[in-house]
């Protein structure tokens, strides 16, 4: 099967059932989407495709053919570097392990949404989980970043 992962196109030899999560990781060596808890209900695993986050661990290599799927590994743009910024400046992060997956979920609602509210952010981000409860911090971050794409 053939598959776009970051703009590169790959041929990939596995069922065409096998979740996108362990494709990504096993046949290609992406492995900055994690594996959290398998059903879709954590957020860890979150990837972009065709735009729009979708849940790695549950999405299977059949539906992602012939979409454009991009991982934290080759998030770029405005939108992306203004996250980036202000994760470090907030120091939003505490374990870090769902970061990749809050952080392309906060892309993704920032694409879509340059000035949300706190509800919209809260509504955004409600899929994704935090073990160390640093919602405070992702929710300050994700303002910081609109803040940042104003500028």
Not at 119 to 135: E, F, I, K, P, Q
Request: with cysteine.
């Amino acid at each position: 099967m053939r598959l776009t992962v970051n703009g590169r196109d790959h041929e990939v030899d596995a069922d065409p059932a096998t979740p996108l999560l362990w494709v990504l990781r096993d046949h290609l060596g992406l492995t900055g989407t994690k594996f959290g808890c398998g059903m879709a209900q954590c957020g860890s695993c979150t990837v972009h495709m065709a735009g729009m986050p979708v849940r790695a661990c549950i999405t299977t290599l059949a539906a992602a053919e012939g979409q454009p799927i991009t991982t934290i590994e080759g998030l770029d743009g405005k939108v992306a570097s203004a996250v980036e910024r202000a994760w470090v400046a907030l120091d939003v992060p505490q374990c870090g392990y769902c970061q990749s997956g809050q952080v392309m979920a906060a892309v993704a609602l920032l694409s879509e949404n340059p000035k949300p509210s706190d509800s919209d952010v809260d509504a955004a981000m409600s899929g994704n989980l935090c073990r160390c409860a640093t919602y405070q911090r992702i929710r300050a971050g994700i303002h910081e970043a609109a803040r940042l794409l104003e500028a």
